[in-house]
């Protein structure tokens, strides 16, 4: 009977050598590094356990798993990713389950087969990390992962180098990829995605759709950075520096909340956005709409905002912002709103009118929600507004009476106010009379309101700190703020901000100006890098690398079609597809023919072996100092002739020559291991350099003085 061998097992070529098991326990915690954030508990002590399992084998304490727990284990994780992904989101639950997967191929895997397939997932898995990780840190933690991900690959082929020379290929093989991908970046066209990728269940971070007294107050804690905005002509100064978010109408005595047909639109926003004329389309009432079309254009402010990650839809703007971004709405409120949640690094493009104005008529209904307050709430508010409406009978001197009460009286502006009662605008107004910005613009409206005008409630950040290595402002949470907005015939919403009746030098020069940074935002971030604004040179160094980091973001995360056309047009001129393709034909000959060249595929005609001309080059030198060689004698003949010459007279030479034929001779005509080879280029190269220096400062006639 005769035996055959059974296809699945691994032949001896096929086996898994030790570095390639080395390399990939390196991978397997690398891989999973960027995405720990996203792993349940179940997943990462799967993860754990198949790491431990694969050391145990390495170390040789453990045998491969059985089939039965590997797929157990797989029944189990896939199980309970069913039971939570409501819980944690559909593309959260998606993601476990690839970690899942590329974790239980990797404790099973048996052949350099699957070594390729763990490999091609590791890849996929970086891809997919991308998604929400995007900046100049994180890419370059992900350049790290591919590059170990990739000498997995190198080990397959290549065995028994040094763990430095597989890293060295590894890191050679990327770069000979960048051209290609440079490439592609540049010219492949910019699509809008064919599907929509699934929302991350993610905490909300900033502004919230609702505001309770106290909600800003967490945000002047945060030193996350919310957005960045770059300005291409002149920037407002920072007391005009009112980056609008959120309008909020409707108030219940104790939280302010969106009008509920303005949450509508936005949640139907994708299908049905609504529409909002650009400021410089529209003319005032008597005015010829061509010149004031040109006004409007002069007082414009035109600049490029970069969101954070937020995880919620609402954009930043100055007022009156209007956005033609394809992802952006104009909603009818004033706001920008972005069409899906910002789960990513989103940059878009506004131009802002300091002096439109904003809603010049209001509806009835528009009138009857901005004046609508709680029944049998804040009695005594209700009284000083009736006093404030007899004695000023004019809305504008109202409210600017209203606005000096607070700097008559002895307000005073704290992140740690006492807290309220009930009654919260009474309390605050009679008895504490110690808050923030949420307090005086709540207490504000409710003012106005009662006197019968219309009042609403904005919320957004205010100031930014200027970066003037790259001239662009950032704003961070700790700059949040909210301010008051009422509706005055002829003029529209106009923004009014006690803050700056109570606090002029919060408005005017920044939050730092106001408060100790030690004991607000930097109180719960200790590690925090703002930290480095009060020493010169550190703070330098801090925005030189958030210089790069924005950089990152305009040019690459920001690469839309607009650039990548204006990039094109200075290298072609005229962008047609002919001579993109003209283009792309030649770089990609280019690249391959580099590939090839470096792979052995392809070779050119050179003026010798670079070691046998080295050695011929040390010959011509001894010959010129008398020391000849026959045409007939080898390396090791000439050598001896040399030995038995100078072995007295001129050790130092007899050392070198014998180190120097000795490794010509093993690299010419042995077969060695790669690390022997290595070893004696390394040699051959030492000694032939000092030759040369020996050679040099020998007086040589017939014999060597030197010793």
């Given amino acids: 009977m005769t035996l055959t061998a059974s296809s699945t097992t691994p032949q001896i070529g096929d086996n898994i050598s030790r570095q390639t098991l080395f390399w990939l326990l390196i991978t397997n915690i690398a891989v999973l590094s960027p995405l720990f954030d996203k792993t349940t508990p179940w997943t990462l002590g799967i993860c754990a356990i198949c790491l431990l399992w694969r050391v145990g084998i390495y170390v040789g304490k453990v045998a491969k798993p059985p089939r039965f727990l590997v797929t157990s284990l797989a029944i189990g994780a896939a199980t309970t990713l069913a039971l939570v992904s409501k819980e944690i989101g559909l593309l959260n639950a998606l993601v476990n389950l690839l970690l899942l997967g590329y974790a239980l191929k990797y404790i099973e895997m048996r052949n350099q087969r699957d070594v390729r397939v763990v490999v091609l997932a590791g890849y996929f898995i970086i891809a997919l990390t991308f998604i929400d990780h995007q900046s100049l840190l994180?890419?370059?933690?992900?350049?790290?992962?591919?590059?170990?991900?990739?000498?997995?690959?190198?080990?397959?082929?290549?065995?028994?180098?040094?763990?430095?020379?597989?890293?060295w290929l590894g890191g050679k093989f990327l770069l000979q990829s960048v051209p290609l991908a440079l490439l592609l970046f540049l010219v492949l066209p910019?699509?809008?995605?064919?599907?929509?990728?699934?929302?991350?269940?993610?905490?909300?971070?900033?502004?919230?759709?609702?505001?309770?007294?106290?909600?800003?107050?967490?945000?002047?804690?945060?030193?996350?950075?919310?957005?960045r905005a770059s300005f291409t002509n002149a920037a407002p100064i920072n007391a005009e520096l009112y980056w609008r978010a959120l309008v909020m109408e409707n108030y219940d005595g104790m939280t302010w909340r969106q009008e509920e047909g303005i949450k509508k639109l936005q949640k139907d926003a994708l299908l049905f956005p609504p529409s909002r004329p650009s400021p410089a389309s529209i003319?005032?009432?008597?005015?010829?709409?061509?010149?004031?079309?040109?006004?409007?254009n002069k007082l414009s402010l035109r600049y490029q905002v970069i969101a954070e990650p937020s995880?919620?839809?609402?954009?930043?703007g100055l007022d009156v912002a209007y956005s033609q971004d394809d992802s952006v709405v104009n909603m009818p409120d004033y706001r920008l709103l972005a069409l899906r949640n910002v789960d990513q690094r989103m940059s878009y493009q506004v131009e802002s009118w300091p002096k439109a104005k904003m809603d010049l008529r209001l509806s009835a209904r528009q009138r009857q929600i901005n004046l609508e307050l709680p029944s049998n709430s804040n009695p005594r508010t209700w009284a000083l507004a009736e006093q404030f409406k007899t004695q000023y009978p004019e809305p504008k001197p109202r409210l600017w009476a209203m606005m000096r009460h607070f700097n008559t009286e002895p307000f005073f502006y704290t992140l740690t106010p006492p807290p309220l009662g009930p009654q919260q605008v009474d309390d605050f107004l009679f008895e504490n009379k110690a808050g923030f910005c949420v307090h005086y613009a709540a207490a504000f409206i409710v003012m106005a309101r009662a006197t019968g005008l219309p009042a609403r409630m904005v919320t957004g950040y205010q100031g930014g700190e200027f970066n003037?290595?790259?001239?662009?402002?950032?704003?961070y949470q700790y700059m949040a703020h909210a301010w008051a907005e009422v509706w005055l015939e002829g003029e529209g919403w106009v923004r009014f901000d006690p803050t700056a009746m109570v606090a002029p030098d919060r408005i005017e020069q920044g939050f730092d100006a106001q408060f100790d940074p030690a004991l607000s935002y930097l109180q719960e971030s200790p590690f925090s890098s703002l930290r480095f604004k009060s020493m010169p040179w550190l703070n330098e160094l801090r925005q030189r690398f958030a210089s790069i980091d924005y950089y990152w973001s305009v040019w690459v995360l920001g690469f839309n079609q607009d650039r990548q056309n204006q990039?094109?047009?200075?290298i072609l001129g005229d962008v047609t597809n002919t001579k993109i393709a003209v283009f792309m034909g030649l770089c990609i000959s280019l690249i391959v023919l580099y590939i090839a060249y470096s792979a052995g595929l392809l070779h050119f005609s050179t003026q010798g072996d670079p070691i046998s001309a080295r050695y011929q080059q040390?010959?011509?030198?001894?010959?010129?100092?008398?020391?000849?060689?026959?045409?007939?004698?080898?390396?090791?003949?000439?050598?001896?002739?040399?030995?038995?010459?100078?072995?007295?007279?001129?050790?130092?030479?007899?050392?070198?020559?014998?180190?120097l034929t000795q490794s010509y001779?093993?690299?010419?005509?042995?077969?060695l291991p790669a690390d022997d080879y290595q070893a004696h280029l390394t040699k051959f190269k030492a000694a032939a350099k000092q030759l040369n220096w020996l050679l040099l400062r020998a007086k040589v006639k017939k014999k060597f003085t030197l010793a």
């Fill in 138 to 167: 994180n890419t370059a933690h992900l350049l790290v992962v591919t590059l170990i991900n990739t000498c997995v690959l190198v080990t397959l082929y290549q065995d028994k180098h040094s763990l430095k020379h597989t890293a």
């Fill in 567 to 570: 990039v094109l047009s200075g």
């Fill in 665 to 671: 001779v093993a690299l010419k005509y042995q077969d």
């Fill in 311 to 316: 995880h919620q839809p609402w954009l930043f």
């Fill in 468 to 475: 003037p290595q790259a001239g662009y402002y950032s704003v």
């Fill in 618 to 659: 040390i010959c011509n030198s001894l010959a010129r100092h008398g020391i000849k060689r026959n045409d007939s004698d080898g390396p090791n003949q000439f050598a001896q002739q040399i030995i038995e010459q100078y072995q007295h007279s001129s050790p130092q030479l007899y050392t070198l020559m014998h180190t």
């Fill in 190 to 227: 910019r699509f809008a995605p064919l599907w929509l990728v699934p929302n991350m269940k993610e905490a909300q971070t900033g502004l919230s759709d609702s505001l309770a007294i106290g909600d800003i107050g967490k945000l002047t804690r945060s030193t996350e950075l919310a957005f």
């Fill in 283 to 296: 003319s005032r009432e008597g005015q010829d709409t061509a010149k004031q079309g040109k006004q409007n």
